[in-house]
């Protein structure tokens, strides 16, 4: 059992940056993959960005590519994701979600939600 709690969100002008952290619970991180996902208004969830659970196989959307950065401290038991380059497209709330086998960018693969975190980007 895995339980995950997102922070790090907020409101920033266009061409800014935050950093998003999911923090886990459980002995078995470390053996989980990870992505996180986000959410528009009115809209589907979406794929942002996965790491395999030692960090040597990332996926990004390629809405996202060259702008985040995901990561991982396994010893800390967290996840991150660093946004730069924001624009207002990318507001939406934002999840951190693990799965217990290999790495993938479908969001039904995935067990284990957090309660997601809004990124608001102002123009």
């Known amino acids: 059992q895995v339980q995950l709690v997102e922070s790090g969100g907020g409101l920033v002008q266009a061409g800014g940056s935050l950093r998003l952290s999911c923090a886990a619970s459980?002995?078995?991180?470390?053996?989980?993959?990870m992505g996180w996902f986000r959410q528009a208004p009115e809209k589907e969830r979406e794929f942002v960005a996965a790491?395999?659970?030692?960090?040597?196989?990332?996926y990004y959307a390629d809405s996202v590519k060259g702008r985040f950065t995901v990561s991982r401290e396994n010893a800390k038991q967290t996840m991150y994701l660093q946004m730069n380059s924001l624009k207002p497209e990318d507001t939406a709330v934002y999840y951190c979600?693990?799965?217990?086998?290999?790495?993938?960018?479908?969001?039904?693969?995935?067990?284990?939600w957090g309660q997601g975190t809004q990124v608001t980007v102002s123009s």
């Open positions: 459980g002995r078995t991180f470390s053996t989980y993959a």
């Open positions: 979600a693990a799965r217990a086998t290999p790495i993938s960018t479908i969001q039904y693969d995935y067990s284990y």
């Open positions: 790491t395999s659970w030692s960090g040597s196989t990332i």
